[in-house]
């Protein structure tokens, strides 16, 4: 059984700056690449960033690149999303989820409820 809660989100001008966490009842969570998705509206989910089970690699949507940074704590099963720099465009309701990382595409078909960045320019 997999949990997915994801909080941090808000409303935020634009250059702004907003922390994400995913907290992730997933067994063996530390065994799993992890990552961040984003679903604008009208828009399909998006893939944004992922981390490998050991936190050594890390990769990114080219939208994001130099703005966002990911990290995980395999202690507390959590995993972040550092948003610097805000544009409008990022605004969407961001999921978390285990990464394939070849694919970029999520590994669980449950999501969690997503937290939502409105970013106002």
């Known amino acids: 059984q997999v949990q997915l809660v994801e909080s941090g989100g808000g409303l935020v001008q634009a250059g702004g700056s907003l922390r994400l966490s995913c907290a992730a009842s997933i067994r063996t969570f530390s065994s799993y690449a992890m990552g961040w998705f984003r679903q604008a509206p009208g828009k399909e989910r998006e893939f944004v960033a992922a981390i490998q089970w050991t936190g050594g690699s890390t990769y990114y949507a080219d939208s994001v690149q130099g703005r966002f940074t990911i990290s995980r704590d395999n202690v507390k099963n959590t995993v972040y999303l550092q948003m610097n720099s805000l544009k409008s465009e990022d605004t969407a309701v961001y999921y978390c989820?285990?990464?394939?990382?070849?694919?970029?595409?999520?590994?669980?078909?449950?999501w969690g409820q997503g937290t939502q960045v409105t970013v106002s320019s």
């Open positions: 989820n285990a990464v394939l990382v070849t694919t970029k595409r999520p590994r669980f078909d449950s």
